[in-house]
Nanobody, 124 residues
Framework: QEQLVESGGGLVQPGGSRRLSCAAS????????IGWFRQAPGKEREGVSC????????YYVDSVKGRFTISRDNAKNTVYLQMNSLKPEDTATYYC?????????????????WGQGTLVTVSS
């Protein structure tokens, strides 16, 4: 199965914005949803947001609600994570993967092997 590739990370000041991309030449034909996950230093990986394939239902973990927006461009086989009002606690390596569950209330774990991710550092 083709691996998804994350990009767009970097150093950003608190309060700043960043847009991450998750791209594939072609998403798996039977995927249910695409999720963004992150792992901060010394912490477990957590699900941040997801978007379903069927109707575009989205989910956000409480800590990013109102600041992050997930979207997709089907023509480009790309899913984006727009991150605004970034905080130092958003510093993490961000990963994308297909997931088996995505609703307004929660998201499932990753179904793919993890890629390299993209590092976002929020610091002044």
């Amino acid at each position: 199965q083709e691996q998804l590739v994350e990009s767009g990370g970097g150093l950003v000041q608190p309060g700043g914005s960043r847009r991450l991309s998750c791209a594939a030449s072609e998403f798996p034909s039977d995927y249910y949803a695409i999720g963004w996950f992150r792992q901060a230093p010394g912490k477990e990986r957590e699900g941040v947001s997801c978007i379903s394939r069927s109707d575009g239902t989205t989910y956000y973990v409480d800590s990013v609600k109102g600041r992050f927006t997930i979207s997709r461009d089907n023509a480009k086989n790309t899913v984006y994570l727009q991150m605004n009002s970034l905080k130092p606690e958003d510093t993490a390596t961000y990963y994308c993967a297909t997931t088996y569950y995505c609703s307004r209330y929660g998201m499932g774990g990753a179904m793919d092997a993890w890629g390299q991710g993209t590092l976002v550092t929020v610091s002044s």
